[in-house]
């Protein structure tokens, strides 16, 4: 029987691993009604960054900035390779992105594609972007800065910064805030973080999480396990107070 329930479906940062991607969208197997989404990321430190960006930019997929996709960007500003910027970028993976793309080197093309990726996305009852939102500023005072970097003064609110809308993101790996396990999808103030370390050794999980459904399909990016659960399965709470206390000892 065919379904007919459109979904959307948000992926996590996939760090240049287009293997994971595609077993992932395999289990997830969307259909021509469902909106896919990438919070952002595509690129650095996994193996096939050229491949991930090829595959999303011709897809009907949308696609946010991530900070990744904005370090690039930064080494080709104004159409000159940029020194400082582009030593930023090597030390943050840009190495393995450079491999992927080969002796030719990164096409203009997927510089100009990168360029007219949005930062943020309103679904209405969910909020997508990269990294989350300064909760001292209104959405129209900030920028690419806060979008696509920002994290223990996003993760620490004690109230939703949204009081109709759930943020969904990617960015800060969730076993790297306090009480959450690798692999596992961290939930805060009005906040679901989906960045569950596929290129990190500790984790290796690649995650999709069904908005439609409330259903979480992961892969793991080395082992090639495929897993789905429910979400309330999947979720681990993140303490406001202790993201606080971290925050203040850094």
């Given at each position: 029987?065919?379904?007919?329930?459109q979904?959307?479906?948000?992926i996590?940062?996939?760090?240049?691993?287009?293997?994971?991607l595609?077993?992932?969208l395999d289990a997830?197997?969307?259909?021509?009604d469902?909106?896919?989404?990438?919070?952002?990321?595509?690129i650095?430190?996994g193996?096939?960054?050229a491949?991930?960006v090829?595959f999303?930019?011709q897809?009907?997929?949308?696609?946010?900035l991530?900070?990744?996709?904005?370090m690039?960007?930064?080494v080709f500003a104004d159409?000159e390779i940029?020194g400082?910027?582009l030593?930023a970028w090597?030390?943050?993976?840009?190495?393995?992105?450079?491999?992927?793309?080969g002796d030719e080197?990164?096409?203009q093309?997927d510089?100009?594609?990168l360029?007219?990726?949005?930062?943020?996305?309103d679904l209405?009852?969910?909020?997508?972007v990269?990294?989350g939102v300064n909760?001292?500023?209104?959405?129209e005072k900030?920028?690419?800065?806060?979008?696509?970097?920002?994290?223990e003064?996003?993760h620490s609110?004690?109230q939703?910064?949204f009081?109709?809308?759930?943020?969904?993101?990617?960015?800060?790996i969730?076993f790297t805030l306090p009480?959450v396990?690798?692999g596992?999808?961290?939930q805060?103030?009005g906040?679901?973080?989906?960045d569950t370390?596929?290129y990190?050794q500790?984790?290796?999980w690649?995650t999709a999480l069904?908005?439609?459904?409330?259903?979480v399909?992961q892969?793991h990016v080395?082992?090639?396990?495929?897993?789905k659960?429910?979400l309330?399965?999947?979720?681990?709470?993140?303490?406001?107070l202790r993201?606080?206390k971290?925050r203040h000892?850094?």
């Amino acid at each position: 029987m065919r379904r007919t329930t459109q979904r959307r479906i948000v992926i996590g940062d996939v760090h240049g691993h287009y293997d994971g991607l595609i077993k992932l969208l395999d289990a997830i197997a969307p259909n021509s009604d469902d909106e896919v989404y990438f919070v952002g990321d595509l690129i650095d430190r996994g193996p096939q960054s050229a491949q991930v960006v090829q595959f999303v930019k011709q897809s009907p997929y949308k696609c946010l900035l991530g900070n990744h996709e904005q370090m690039l960007l930064d080494v080709f500003a104004d159409g000159e390779i940029y020194g400082p910027a582009l030593q930023a970028w090597l030390y943050s993976g840009g190495h393995a992105t450079a491999n992927s793309y080969g002796d030719e080197g990164i096409p203009q093309e997927d510089i100009d594609w990168l360029r007219t990726l949005p930062t943020y996305l309103d679904l209405g009852d969910f909020w997508l972007v990269h990294a989350g939102v300064n909760p001292q500023l209104p959405i129209e005072k900030q920028s690419a800065e806060e979008f696509c970097w920002i994290r223990e003064e996003f993760h620490s609110i004690r109230q939703p910064y949204f009081q109709d809308k759930m943020i969904i993101t990617g960015h800060t790996i969730t076993f790297t805030l306090p009480g959450v396990e690798p692999g596992k999808i961290a939930q805060g103030n009005g906040w679901l973080d989906i960045d569950t370390g596929a290129y990190h050794q500790k984790s290796g999980w690649l995650t999709a999480l069904d908005l439609t459904n409330y259903i979480v399909y992961q892969v793991h990016v080395e082992r090639r396990r495929v897993r789905k659960m429910a979400l309330k399965d999947a979720v681990a709470r993140v303490d406001p107070l202790r993201v606080t206390k971290r925050r203040h000892k850094l």
